[in-house]
């Protein structure tokens, strides 16, 4: 079935460490984009990418990076820089260059920073 | 920059109808979404307005005013299941095919 792929479900991570945070799609989708969500927030925009090779600082990007090497895979590593950074991570996709309002959400990522 | 308003919380019994409103200010405004989010999942769409006027989609329906920059999600014959988050969020110049999201409104249904 199509869809998007985030791993790990969960992850722990001692302060310091950087993670990265998998996100893979088969909907032969060319946009790609990374959110952040705390416990009773809206979701923030980290890093979003339009197309392979090319990728956008969103409202949160400080302390975390992306790559877009393929048009399948939009990883995200999250830095020593963060300095908050246990949250809920989602990627979605979305797919045509007008865009239509609807992304496509991967199950998320839950990390913790003991 | 962008912005979102929405009430943080709305309560309602089965069978009701409830109106989530949103208001926003962004440049260059392409068009409004509307997501649910179950507890601990991810979101759903369930709609996108781009032009003025009603869209209806089985029980739910969205209007938006470009206007006024204004939104509404109406959720009828309510049932427990309809017991989530909502979220409005804009698609503007600045963000790309990005979505800016409001922080959300949860919605509990009694019976």
């Known amino acids: 079935d199509g869809g998007i792929t985030q791993s790990p479900k969960y992850l722990f991570r001692k302060e310091g460490q950087n993670v990265t945070l998998s996100c893979e799609q088969n909907?032969?989708?060319?946009?790609m984009y990374w959110y952040r969500q705390d416990p009773g927030q809206g979701l923030r925009l980290i890093y979003y990418s339009q197309i392979v090779n090319d990728f956008q600082k969103g409202d949160i990007a400080e302390g975390y990076s992306v790559s877009r090497e393929k048009k399948e895979s939009f990883p995200l590593t999250v830095t020593s820089a963060q300095k908050n950074p246990t949250a809920f991570y989602l990627c979605?996709?979305?797919?045509?260059?007008?865009?239509?309002?609807?992304?496509?959400f991967g199950e998320g990522s839950r990390l913790t920073v003991l | 920059g962008q912005s979102l308003e929405q009430p943080s919380e709305v309560t309602a019994v089965e069978g009701a109808i409830v109106q989530i409103n949103c208001t926003y200010q962004?440049?260059?405004?392409?068009?409004l979404s509307w997501y649910q989010q179950h507890d601990g999942g991810a979101p759903t769409f369930l709609s996108y307005n781009a032009l003025d006027g009603l869209e209806e989609t089985g029980r739910f329906s969205s209007f938006l005013s470009r206007s006024d920059s204004y939104g509404y999600l109406l959720l009828q014959e309510l049932q427990m299941k309809d017991s989530a988050s909502y979220f409005c969020a804009v698609r503007d110049q600045e963000a790309g095919t990005a979505l800016i999201f409001g922080k959300g409104t949860t919605l509990s249904v009694s019976s």
């Open positions: 962004t440049s260059g405004f392409y068009g």
């Open positions: 979605a996709s979305s797919g045509g260059p007008g865009g239509t309002g609807e992304l496509f």
């Open positions: 909907l032969n989708h060319d946009a």
